[in-house]
Nanobody, 126 residues
Framework: QVQLVESGGGLVQAGDSLRLSCAAS????????MGWFRQAPGKEREFVAR????????YYADSVKGRFTISRDNAKNTLYLQMNSLKPEDTAVYYC???????????????????WGQGTQVTVST
């Protein structure tokens, strides 16, 4: 079994930065993709960013492109999300996820992911 634990959320002001971390533990695994999703109150969970197995390929939602950076340290089994220039509309619970199945680089859908963390709250005030 694999456990994912997010940390680093909090309350910040617009324009501030936060760095989220997601530590993986449990059985040894090397997921095909790892990603970050978020869910705001009353809205569906949405894709934020994802990275390939090696961490060398990354994709971002248009809403965060240029502001967020996803990275992956396989040696530490940790996924990161550096969030800069935060906006109130970034307020949500952020979840990390890992995909253990090869979908040939099609990982924007939450349904592609096998393991999820419990989420960490990010609140951006005006």
């Amino acid at each position: 079994q694999v456990q994912l634990v997010e940390s680093g959320g909090g309350l910040v002001q617009a324009g501030d930065s936060l760095r989220l971390s997601c530590a993986a533990s449990g059985r040894t695994f090397n997921p095909y993709a790892m990603g970050w999703f978020r869910q705001a109150p009353g809205k569906e969970r949405e894709f934020v960013a994802r990275t390939s197995r090696s961490g060398g390929i990354t994709y971002y939602a248009d809403s965060v492109k240029g502001r967020f950076t996803i990275s992956r340290d396989n040696a530490k089994n940790t996924l990161y999300l550096q969030m800069n220039s935060l906006k109130p509309e970034d307020t949500a619970v952020y979840y990390c996820a890992a995909a253990d199945t090869n979908y040939r680089n099609e990982y924007d859908s939450a349904a592609r992911y096998d393991y999820w963390g419990q989420g960490t709250q990010v609140t951006v005030s005006t």
